[in-house]
Protein backbone atom coordinates (compact mmCIF):
# COMPACT_ATOMS: atom_id res chain seq x y z
CA UNK A 1 0.00 0.00 0.00
CA UNK A 2 1.33 3.65 -0.43
CA UNK A 3 0.15 7.21 0.16
CA UNK A 4 0.92 10.27 0.35
CA UNK A 5 -0.65 10.99 4.02
CA UNK A 6 1.26 9.13 6.41
CA UNK A 7 0.72 9.41 10.11
CA UNK A 8 1.31 7.35 12.63
CA UNK A 9 -2.72 6.48 12.46
CA UNK A 10 -2.67 5.37 8.92
CA UNK A 11 -0.02 3.14 9.65
CA UNK A 12 -1.46 1.20 12.88
CA UNK A 13 -4.94 0.97 10.50
CA UNK A 14 -2.27 -0.55 7.80
CA UNK A 15 -1.29 -2.76 10.09
CA UNK A 16 -4.51 -3.75 11.97
CA UNK A 17 -5.59 -4.55 7.82
CA UNK A 18 -2.86 -6.70 7.58
CA UNK A 19 0.27 -5.46 6.52
CA UNK A 20 3.82 -6.61 7.52
CA UNK A 21 5.53 -3.56 8.20
CA UNK A 22 5.85 0.22 7.33
CA UNK A 23 8.48 1.87 5.17
CA UNK A 24 8.84 5.81 5.50
CA UNK A 25 9.46 7.99 2.43
CA UNK A 26 12.00 9.05 1.30
CA UNK A 27 13.08 4.76 1.02
CA UNK A 28 16.07 3.74 2.31
CA UNK A 29 16.82 1.19 0.01
CA UNK A 30 18.49 -0.91 2.31
CA UNK A 31 15.81 -0.55 4.84
CA UNK A 32 12.96 -1.54 2.06
CA UNK A 33 15.28 -4.77 1.28
CA UNK A 34 15.71 -5.60 4.64
CA UNK A 35 11.73 -5.14 5.32
CA UNK A 36 11.15 -7.14 1.84
CA UNK A 37 13.52 -10.30 2.88
CA UNK A 38 11.61 -10.59 6.50
CA UNK A 39 8.56 -10.16 4.91
CA UNK A 40 8.84 -12.88 2.56
CA UNK A 41 10.88 -14.72 5.55
CA UNK A 42 7.61 -14.72 7.84
CA UNK A 43 5.16 -15.82 5.11
CA UNK A 44 7.39 -19.04 4.66
CA UNK A 45 7.71 -19.55 8.00
CA UNK A 46 3.47 -19.00 7.86
CA UNK A 47 3.25 -21.42 4.86
CA UNK A 48 5.65 -24.03 6.47
CA UNK A 49 3.25 -23.84 9.50
CA UNK A 50 0.18 -24.55 7.61
CA UNK A 51 1.95 -27.46 5.93
CA UNK A 52 2.85 -28.78 9.88
CA UNK A 53 -0.76 -27.89 10.87
CA UNK A 54 -2.32 -30.00 7.35
CA UNK A 55 -0.27 -33.13 8.50
CA UNK A 56 -1.22 -33.29 11.88
CA UNK A 57 -4.55 -32.93 10.79
CA UNK A 58 -4.35 -35.10 8.26
CA UNK A 59 -2.42 -38.10 10.40
CA UNK A 60 -4.68 -37.32 13.69
CA UNK A 61 -7.92 -38.16 11.58
CA UNK A 62 -9.85 -41.10 13.34
CA UNK A 63 -13.20 -41.35 10.88
CA UNK A 64 -11.28 -43.48 8.10
CA UNK A 65 -14.56 -43.19 5.90
CA UNK A 66 -13.82 -39.22 6.14
CA UNK A 67 -10.13 -39.16 5.75
CA UNK A 68 -10.92 -38.24 1.83
CA UNK A 69 -12.83 -35.65 2.58
CA UNK A 70 -10.94 -34.25 5.26
CA UNK A 71 -7.65 -34.25 2.81
CA UNK A 72 -9.20 -32.07 -0.08
CA UNK A 73 -10.46 -29.63 2.51
CA UNK A 74 -7.07 -29.40 3.95
CA UNK A 75 -5.41 -28.83 0.31
CA UNK A 76 -7.85 -26.75 -0.65
CA UNK A 77 -7.48 -24.53 2.47
CA UNK A 78 -3.61 -24.47 2.59
CA UNK A 79 -2.79 -24.86 -1.49
CA UNK A 80 -5.78 -21.29 -1.68
CA UNK A 81 -7.15 -23.69 -4.18
CA UNK A 82 -10.55 -22.66 -5.29
CA UNK A 83 -11.89 -26.42 -5.22
CA UNK A 84 -10.22 -29.65 -4.51
CA UNK A 85 -10.85 -33.23 -5.58
CA UNK A 86 -9.13 -36.44 -4.39
CA UNK A 87 -9.15 -39.62 -7.22
CA UNK A 88 -9.14 -43.11 -6.10
CA UNK A 89 -8.71 -46.26 -7.72
CA UNK A 90 -11.66 -48.99 -8.14
CA UNK A 91 -11.29 -52.25 -8.06
CA UNK A 92 -10.67 -52.25 -11.56
CA UNK A 93 -7.66 -49.50 -11.25
CA UNK A 94 -10.22 -46.91 -12.62
CA UNK A 95 -10.02 -43.71 -11.19
CA UNK A 96 -13.50 -42.14 -9.50
CA UNK A 97 -13.62 -39.24 -7.19
CA UNK A 98 -13.70 -40.06 -3.80
CA UNK A 99 -14.51 -36.51 -2.15
CA UNK A 100 -14.77 -32.88 -4.41
CA UNK A 101 -15.23 -29.60 -2.11
CA UNK A 102 -16.99 -28.04 -5.22
CA UNK A 103 -15.52 -29.31 -8.23
CA UNK A 104 -18.90 -29.04 -11.29
CA UNK A 105 -19.73 -32.14 -12.72
CA UNK A 106 -18.57 -31.35 -16.26
CA UNK A 107 -15.24 -30.27 -14.72
CA UNK A 108 -14.81 -33.33 -12.79
CA UNK A 109 -15.49 -35.74 -15.90
CA UNK A 110 -12.74 -33.84 -17.88
CA UNK A 111 -10.54 -34.10 -14.82
CA UNK A 112 -11.52 -37.97 -14.08
CA UNK A 113 -11.99 -40.95 -16.79
CA UNK A 114 -9.92 -43.12 -18.32
CA UNK A 115 -8.77 -40.95 -21.36
CA UNK A 116 -8.65 -37.90 -18.77
CA UNK A 117 -6.21 -35.71 -17.31
CA UNK A 118 -5.91 -37.16 -14.20
CA UNK A 119 -5.27 -40.69 -15.47
CA UNK A 120 -2.97 -39.37 -18.08
CA UNK A 121 -1.18 -38.06 -15.50
CA UNK A 122 -1.17 -41.23 -12.77
CA UNK A 123 0.23 -43.04 -15.99
CA UNK A 124 3.12 -40.70 -16.39
CA UNK A 125 3.64 -40.68 -12.28
CA UNK A 126 4.63 -37.22 -11.79
CA UNK A 127 3.23 -33.64 -10.95
CA UNK A 128 1.82 -31.50 -13.43
CA UNK A 129 1.24 -27.58 -13.04
CA UNK A 130 -0.99 -26.52 -16.07
CA UNK A 131 -1.22 -22.65 -16.35
CA UNK A 132 -3.12 -22.05 -19.11
CA UNK A 133 -5.95 -24.14 -19.89
CA UNK A 134 -5.88 -27.70 -21.36
CA UNK A 135 -6.10 -26.33 -25.02
CA UNK A 136 -2.54 -24.43 -23.91
CA UNK A 137 -1.07 -27.78 -23.34
CA UNK A 138 -0.32 -30.51 -26.06
CA UNK A 139 -0.40 -32.85 -23.83
CA UNK A 140 -4.12 -32.42 -23.08
CA UNK A 141 -4.83 -30.65 -26.20
CA UNK A 142 -7.72 -33.21 -27.30
CA UNK A 143 -9.35 -33.09 -23.75
CA UNK A 144 -12.60 -30.44 -23.87
CA UNK A 145 -11.77 -27.52 -21.86
CA UNK A 146 -14.64 -26.19 -20.14
CA UNK A 147 -13.10 -22.99 -19.06
CA UNK A 148 -13.82 -22.99 -16.05
CA UNK A 149 -9.90 -23.53 -14.06
CA UNK A 150 -7.33 -20.91 -15.04
CA UNK A 151 -4.64 -23.07 -13.76
CA UNK A 152 -4.40 -26.57 -11.81
CA UNK A 153 -1.69 -28.72 -10.29
CA UNK A 154 -2.40 -32.14 -10.68
CA UNK A 155 -0.31 -34.59 -8.31
CA UNK A 156 -0.18 -38.42 -8.39
CA UNK A 157 0.34 -40.30 -4.93
CA UNK A 158 2.39 -42.72 -5.55
CA UNK A 159 3.49 -45.77 -3.16
CA UNK A 160 6.47 -47.06 -4.89
CA UNK A 161 4.74 -48.43 -8.28
CA UNK A 162 1.21 -48.60 -7.19
CA UNK A 163 -0.74 -45.34 -7.41
CA UNK A 164 -2.64 -44.50 -4.27
CA UNK A 165 -4.44 -41.82 -5.71
CA UNK A 166 -4.23 -38.43 -7.16
CA UNK A 167 -4.93 -34.74 -6.06
CA UNK A 168 -6.25 -32.37 -7.82
CA UNK A 169 -6.44 -28.55 -7.39
CA UNK A 170 -7.65 -25.77 -9.58
CA UNK A 171 -7.66 -21.93 -9.13
CA UNK A 172 -10.33 -19.95 -11.02
CA UNK A 173 -9.17 -16.53 -11.31
CA UNK A 174 -6.53 -15.79 -14.11
CA UNK A 175 -4.54 -13.30 -11.54
CA UNK A 176 -3.59 -15.47 -9.61
CA UNK A 177 -2.36 -18.77 -11.14
CA UNK A 178 -0.24 -21.66 -9.87
CA UNK A 179 3.38 -21.56 -9.95
CA UNK A 180 6.52 -24.04 -9.43
CA UNK A 181 6.53 -22.87 -6.08
CA UNK A 182 2.81 -23.89 -5.52
CA UNK A 183 3.76 -27.53 -6.61
CA UNK A 184 7.02 -27.54 -4.44
CA UNK A 185 4.58 -26.84 -1.45
CA UNK A 186 2.00 -29.24 -3.02
CA UNK A 187 4.69 -32.33 -2.86
CA UNK A 188 5.15 -31.92 0.84
CA UNK A 189 1.23 -31.99 1.01
CA UNK A 190 0.78 -34.79 -1.09
CA UNK A 191 3.48 -36.61 0.84
CA UNK A 192 1.56 -36.70 3.82
CA UNK A 193 -1.84 -37.61 2.10
CA UNK A 194 -0.24 -40.54 0.68
CA UNK A 195 1.28 -40.96 3.95
CA UNK A 196 -2.31 -40.49 5.77
CA UNK A 197 -4.47 -42.79 2.94
CA UNK A 198 -1.69 -45.80 3.74
CA UNK A 199 -2.03 -45.56 7.37
CA UNK A 200 -6.09 -46.07 6.84
CA UNK A 201 -5.56 -48.93 4.50
CA UNK A 202 -3.14 -50.97 6.57
CA UNK A 203 -5.28 -50.29 9.47
CA UNK A 204 -8.13 -51.93 7.72
CA UNK A 205 -6.25 -54.79 6.71
CA UNK A 206 -4.94 -55.16 10.68
CA UNK A 207 -8.74 -54.79 11.45
CA UNK A 208 -10.37 -57.07 8.71
CA UNK A 209 -7.46 -59.65 9.75
CA UNK A 210 -8.67 -59.32 13.37
CA UNK A 211 -12.09 -59.68 12.75
CA UNK A 212 -11.71 -62.63 10.52
CA UNK A 213 -9.23 -64.65 13.00
CA UNK A 214 -11.68 -64.03 15.68
CA UNK A 215 -14.73 -65.47 13.42
CA UNK A 216 -12.44 -68.27 12.59
CA UNK A 217 -11.42 -69.10 16.23
CA UNK A 218 -15.32 -68.70 16.84
CA UNK A 219 -16.24 -71.06 14.27
CA UNK A 220 -13.82 -73.89 15.35
CA UNK A 221 -14.99 -73.46 18.72
CA UNK A 222 -18.31 -73.85 17.62
CA UNK A 223 -17.33 -76.40 15.57
CA UNK A 224 -15.57 -78.41 18.17
CA UNK A 225 -18.75 -78.08 20.65
CA UNK A 226 -20.93 -79.29 17.70
CA UNK A 227 -18.98 -82.38 17.20
CA UNK A 228 -19.42 -84.02 20.03
CA UNK A 229 -23.03 -84.42 20.97
CA UNK A 230 -23.06 -84.90 17.35
CA UNK A 231 -20.95 -87.75 17.93
CA UNK A 232 -23.61 -89.18 20.77
CA UNK A 233 -26.43 -88.88 18.65
CA UNK A 234 -25.01 -90.98 15.63
CA UNK A 235 -23.51 -93.48 18.13
CA UNK A 236 -27.23 -93.70 19.44
CA UNK A 237 -28.44 -93.61 16.01
CA UNK A 238 -26.44 -96.84 14.96
CA UNK A 239 -28.13 -98.57 17.88
CA UNK A 240 -31.36 -97.54 17.50
CA UNK A 241 -31.61 -98.34 13.57
CA UNK A 242 -29.95 -101.57 14.65
CA UNK A 243 -32.57 -102.39 17.24
CA UNK A 244 -35.19 -101.79 14.83
CA UNK A 245 -34.27 -103.61 12.46
CA UNK A 246 -34.50 -106.88 15.17
CA UNK A 247 -37.74 -105.54 15.37
CA UNK A 248 -38.72 -106.27 12.41
CA UNK A 249 -38.68 -110.42 12.83
CA UNK A 250 -40.84 -109.43 15.66
CA UNK A 251 -43.17 -107.46 13.59
CA UNK A 252 -43.07 -110.09 11.31
CA UNK A 253 -44.49 -112.79 14.23
CA UNK A 254 -47.14 -111.12 15.28
CA UNK A 255 -48.42 -110.76 12.28
CA UNK A 256 -48.58 -114.58 11.42
CA UNK A 257 -50.78 -114.48 15.08
CA UNK A 258 -54.57 -114.84 14.25
CA UNK A 259 -56.60 -111.88 14.41
CA UNK A 260 -58.47 -112.37 17.84
CA UNK A 261 -54.67 -113.56 19.55
CA UNK A 262 -53.99 -110.39 22.37
CA UNK A 263 -50.39 -109.77 20.90
CA UNK A 264 -52.28 -109.17 17.42
CA UNK A 265 -54.43 -106.96 18.73
CA UNK A 266 -52.88 -104.66 20.55
CA UNK A 267 -50.07 -104.62 17.60
CA UNK A 268 -52.87 -103.18 15.43
CA UNK A 269 -54.16 -100.88 18.03
CA UNK A 270 -50.39 -99.20 18.17
CA UNK A 271 -50.55 -99.34 14.63
CA UNK A 272 -49.16 -102.26 13.39
CA UNK A 273 -46.77 -102.48 10.21
CA UNK A 274 -47.48 -98.30 9.70
CA UNK A 275 -46.30 -97.47 12.95
CA UNK A 276 -42.90 -99.85 11.93
CA UNK A 277 -42.77 -98.32 8.91
CA UNK A 278 -42.91 -94.61 10.38
CA UNK A 279 -40.54 -95.70 12.64
CA UNK A 280 -37.83 -96.84 10.17
CA UNK A 281 -38.57 -93.85 8.05
CA UNK A 282 -38.15 -91.96 11.21
CA UNK A 283 -34.41 -93.41 11.57
CA UNK A 284 -33.58 -92.78 8.35
CA UNK A 285 -34.96 -88.91 8.13
CA UNK A 286 -32.54 -89.25 11.80
CA UNK A 287 -29.43 -90.31 9.96
CA UNK A 288 -30.27 -87.85 7.09
CA UNK A 289 -30.56 -84.62 9.75
CA UNK A 290 -27.60 -85.16 11.72
CA UNK A 291 -25.38 -86.28 8.46
CA UNK A 292 -25.99 -82.76 7.52
CA UNK A 293 -25.27 -81.41 11.07
CA UNK A 294 -21.99 -83.38 10.67
CA UNK A 295 -21.34 -81.74 7.22
CA UNK A 296 -22.04 -78.19 8.09
CA UNK A 297 -19.55 -78.99 11.11
CA UNK A 298 -16.97 -80.43 8.71
CA UNK A 299 -17.31 -77.15 6.81
CA UNK A 300 -17.26 -74.73 9.82
CA UNK A 301 -14.40 -76.29 10.42
CA UNK A 302 -12.90 -75.84 7.10
CA UNK A 303 -13.66 -71.86 7.03
CA UNK A 304 -11.14 -71.50 10.08
CA UNK A 305 -8.68 -72.94 8.73
CA UNK A 306 -6.85 -70.37 7.25
CA UNK A 307 -3.64 -71.96 6.18
CA UNK A 308 -4.32 -74.68 4.29
CA UNK A 309 -1.07 -75.80 1.85
CA UNK A 310 -2.60 -76.02 -1.52
CA UNK A 311 -4.35 -78.68 -2.71
CA UNK A 312 -5.74 -80.50 -6.01
CA UNK A 313 -9.29 -79.55 -5.17
CA UNK A 314 -12.48 -79.93 -6.87
CA UNK A 315 -14.57 -75.94 -6.63
CA UNK A 316 -17.82 -77.85 -6.98
CA UNK A 317 -16.67 -79.35 -3.05
CA UNK A 318 -16.15 -75.48 -2.25
CA UNK A 319 -19.65 -74.93 -3.39
CA UNK A 320 -21.41 -77.99 -2.20
CA UNK A 321 -19.89 -76.96 1.72
CA UNK A 322 -20.95 -73.08 0.95
CA UNK A 323 -24.86 -73.94 0.09
CA UNK A 324 -24.88 -76.45 3.51
CA UNK A 325 -23.54 -73.40 5.36
CA UNK A 326 -25.97 -70.68 3.46
CA UNK A 327 -28.99 -72.98 3.85
CA UNK A 328 -31.28 -71.07 6.12
CA UNK A 329 -30.01 -67.56 4.61
CA UNK A 330 -30.99 -69.44 0.60
CA UNK A 331 -34.33 -70.85 2.52
CA UNK A 332 -37.56 -69.61 0.97
CA UNK A 333 -35.72 -68.26 -2.46
CA UNK A 334 -35.50 -70.13 -5.30
CA UNK A 335 -32.16 -71.88 -5.81
CA UNK A 336 -30.66 -73.09 -9.03
CA UNK A 337 -27.33 -74.89 -9.25
CA UNK A 338 -25.85 -76.13 -12.36
CA UNK A 339 -22.22 -77.36 -11.86
CA UNK A 340 -19.87 -78.43 -14.21
CA UNK A 341 -17.77 -81.58 -14.63
CA UNK A 342 -13.34 -81.12 -14.67
CA UNK A 343 -13.55 -77.66 -12.27
CA UNK A 344 -10.28 -78.95 -10.20
CA UNK A 345 -8.06 -75.92 -9.55
CA UNK A 346 -4.87 -75.53 -6.75
CA UNK A 347 -6.17 -73.79 -3.98
CA UNK A 348 -7.92 -74.47 -0.41
CA UNK A 349 -12.08 -75.50 -0.40
CA UNK A 350 -11.95 -73.68 2.87
CA UNK A 351 -11.16 -70.04 1.86
CA UNK A 352 -12.87 -70.99 -1.83
CA UNK A 353 -15.89 -71.59 0.42
CA UNK A 354 -15.41 -68.33 2.46
CA UNK A 355 -16.07 -66.56 -1.36
CA UNK A 356 -19.01 -68.28 -2.09
CA UNK A 357 -20.79 -68.43 1.38
CA UNK A 358 -20.18 -64.32 1.14
CA UNK A 359 -21.57 -64.49 -2.33
CA UNK A 360 -24.38 -66.20 -1.80
CA UNK A 361 -25.56 -64.62 1.72
CA UNK A 362 -25.50 -61.61 -0.35
CA UNK A 363 -27.16 -62.93 -3.02
CA UNK A 364 -29.86 -63.82 -0.44
CA UNK A 365 -30.46 -60.72 1.21
CA UNK A 366 -30.40 -58.81 -2.53
CA UNK A 367 -33.27 -60.85 -3.21
CA UNK A 368 -35.04 -60.79 -0.70
CA UNK A 369 -36.74 -57.59 -1.70
CA UNK A 370 -38.79 -58.77 -4.44
CA UNK A 371 -41.68 -58.99 -3.05
CA UNK A 372 -43.09 -60.95 -6.24
CA UNK A 373 -42.55 -64.47 -5.34
CA UNK A 374 -39.55 -64.68 -8.05
CA UNK A 375 -36.68 -64.12 -5.98
CA UNK A 376 -34.07 -66.14 -7.55
CA UNK A 377 -30.57 -67.24 -6.76
CA UNK A 378 -28.40 -69.05 -9.70
CA UNK A 379 -24.44 -70.96 -9.27
CA UNK A 380 -22.70 -72.25 -11.88
CA UNK A 381 -19.54 -73.53 -12.61
CA UNK A 382 -17.66 -74.68 -15.54
CA UNK A 383 -14.45 -75.75 -17.05
CA UNK A 384 -13.20 -73.19 -19.95
CA UNK A 385 -10.15 -74.06 -21.66
CA UNK A 386 -7.17 -73.51 -18.86
CA UNK A 387 -9.49 -71.86 -16.33
CA UNK A 388 -12.17 -72.65 -14.38
CA UNK A 389 -15.41 -69.96 -14.48
CA UNK A 390 -17.71 -69.89 -11.35
CA UNK A 391 -20.95 -67.56 -11.43
CA UNK A 392 -23.08 -66.65 -8.56
CA UNK A 393 -26.31 -64.58 -9.84
CA UNK A 394 -29.29 -62.89 -8.31
CA UNK A 395 -32.13 -61.24 -9.89
CA UNK A 396 -32.57 -58.57 -7.05
CA UNK A 397 -32.12 -55.17 -7.41
CA UNK A 398 -29.27 -53.79 -9.30
CA UNK A 399 -26.20 -52.30 -7.69
CA UNK A 400 -26.03 -48.29 -8.48
CA UNK A 401 -23.71 -47.41 -11.06
CA UNK A 402 -21.88 -45.05 -7.93
CA UNK A 403 -21.52 -48.13 -5.85
CA UNK A 404 -20.51 -50.31 -8.45
CA UNK A 405 -16.64 -49.59 -8.67
CA UNK A 406 -16.66 -49.38 -4.94
CA UNK A 407 -18.16 -52.49 -4.40
CA UNK A 408 -14.91 -54.85 -3.54
CA UNK A 409 -13.64 -51.70 -1.05
CA UNK A 410 -12.85 -52.88 2.58
CA UNK A 411 -15.56 -51.64 5.03
CA UNK A 412 -17.78 -50.29 2.24
CA UNK A 413 -21.19 -51.45 2.15
CA UNK A 414 -24.73 -50.06 1.78
CA UNK A 415 -26.53 -52.74 4.02
CA UNK A 416 -28.10 -51.24 7.39
CA UNK A 417 -26.04 -51.00 9.80
CA UNK A 418 -25.64 -54.33 12.13
CA UNK A 419 -26.29 -56.20 8.53
CA UNK A 420 -22.96 -55.76 7.43
CA UNK A 421 -19.20 -54.59 7.84
CA UNK A 422 -18.78 -54.56 4.29
CA UNK A 423 -15.36 -56.88 4.38
CA UNK A 424 -16.85 -59.72 2.40
CA UNK A 425 -16.50 -58.95 -0.93
CA UNK A 426 -12.76 -57.42 -0.04
CA UNK A 427 -11.79 -60.14 1.88
CA UNK A 428 -13.31 -62.58 -0.98
CA UNK A 429 -11.07 -60.73 -3.48
CA UNK A 430 -8.52 -61.23 -1.81
CA UNK A 431 -8.69 -64.69 -1.25
CA UNK A 432 -9.61 -64.93 -5.14
CA UNK A 433 -6.10 -62.80 -5.98
CA UNK A 434 -4.07 -65.51 -3.58
CA UNK A 435 -5.27 -68.19 -5.87
CA UNK A 436 -4.34 -66.62 -8.82
CA UNK A 437 -7.47 -65.59 -10.14
CA UNK A 438 -9.87 -62.74 -10.44
CA UNK A 439 -13.22 -61.88 -9.32
CA UNK A 440 -15.76 -59.29 -11.59
CA UNK A 441 -19.61 -57.75 -10.68
CA UNK A 442 -21.94 -56.87 -13.10
CA UNK A 443 -25.41 -55.56 -12.15
CA UNK A 444 -28.27 -53.41 -14.08
CA UNK A 445 -31.83 -53.18 -13.85
CA UNK A 446 -33.17 -55.89 -16.00
CA UNK A 447 -30.60 -59.18 -15.19
CA UNK A 448 -29.62 -58.32 -11.34
CA UNK A 449 -26.05 -58.97 -9.96
CA UNK A 450 -23.64 -61.35 -11.15
CA UNK A 451 -20.06 -62.24 -9.39
CA UNK A 452 -17.77 -63.93 -11.71
CA UNK A 453 -14.71 -66.14 -10.62
CA UNK A 454 -11.88 -66.81 -12.79
CA UNK A 455 -9.44 -68.73 -11.65
CA UNK A 456 -6.75 -71.26 -13.25
CA UNK A 457 -7.44 -74.88 -14.03
CA UNK A 458 -5.56 -77.07 -12.29
CA UNK A 459 -1.87 -77.73 -14.17
CA UNK A 460 -0.64 -81.32 -13.99
CA UNK A 461 2.39 -80.19 -12.12
CA UNK A 462 2.30 -80.50 -8.00
CA UNK A 463 0.43 -77.65 -6.55
CA UNK A 464 2.48 -74.80 -4.74
CA UNK A 465 1.65 -73.13 -1.30
CA UNK A 466 -0.50 -70.80 -1.46
Known sequence: MTTGYASLEMAIECLRAGAFDFVQKPFNVVDLVSTVARAIERRRLHATSELYQASQILLSTRELERLPEVIVEVARRVMGADDASLMLPDSQGRLYVAHSSSLLAEVRSAVGGEERVAARIARGREPVLITNGLDGDPRFADI????????????PLMAGERLVGVLNLNRSRSDRTFRRADVDRAAVLASQALLALENSRLLRQMVASER?????????????EVNNPVSFVLTSHGFLQKSIAKLGRLVTAVAAEAPTAPARRIWEELGGEVLYADLVQATDDLAEGVGRIRDIVFDLRGLARTEDAAALVDIN???RSALRVAAAEIRGRSLVVNLGVDTKIIGSTGRLSQVFLNLLVNAAQAVAERKDGKAEILVTTRRDGAQVIAEVSNNGPEISPEHLPRIFEPFFTTKNAGLGTGLGLSTSRDIVRRHRGEIRVESSAGSGTRFTLVLPAAPASAAPRL
Open 144 to 155: QDYKRVSSSIVY
Open 212 to 224: LASIGQLAASVAH
Open 317 to 319: DAV
